[in-house]
Nanobody, 116 residues
Framework: QVQLVESGGGSVQAGESLKLSCVAS????????MGWYRQAPGKERELVPS??????IYADSVKGRFTISRDNAKNTLYLQMNSLKTEDTAVYYC???????????WGQGSQVAVSS
């Protein structure tokens, strides 16, 4: 049973924008904290932003450039990424339902490639 479905990845040049979407099951969207994570080649997966208990946390590396948002009518989580940098290149994952500060449900991942 697929509970998180992502879309919106792609290849762009530095300075451009992309918007990722994550459609969640109604149960997850209405009961769970959610977030976006990314994993670059050879690096550990890292939190990008998350929304939990109404609070939003951004990684320092994306503050001022990325915005996380929710559309409750569509059960969809978004990640608007502006002023993209080559170091933003990674597979981006939607995640939800935290336990011990770790999400337990993951999307399939979306590749984002930023070239100079």
């Amino acid at each position: 049973q697929v509970q998180l479905v992502e879309s919106g990845g792609g290849s762009v040049q530095a300075g451009e924008s992309l918007k990722l979407s994550c459609v969640a099951s109604e149960h997850i969207f209405s009961t769970c904290g959610m977030g976006w994570y990314r994993q670059a080649p050879g690096k550990e997966r890292e939190l990008v932003p998350s929304i939990r208990f109404g609070a939003i946390i951004y990684a320092d590396s994306v503050k001022g450039r990325f915005t996380i948002s929710r559309d409750n009518a569509k059960n969809t989580l978004y990640l608007q990424m502006n002023s993209l940098k080559t170091e933003d290149t990674a597979v981006y994952y939607c995640a939800a339902c935290y336990s011990d500060d770790a999400p337990r449900v993951w999307g399939q991942g979306s590749q984002v490639a930023v070239s100079s």
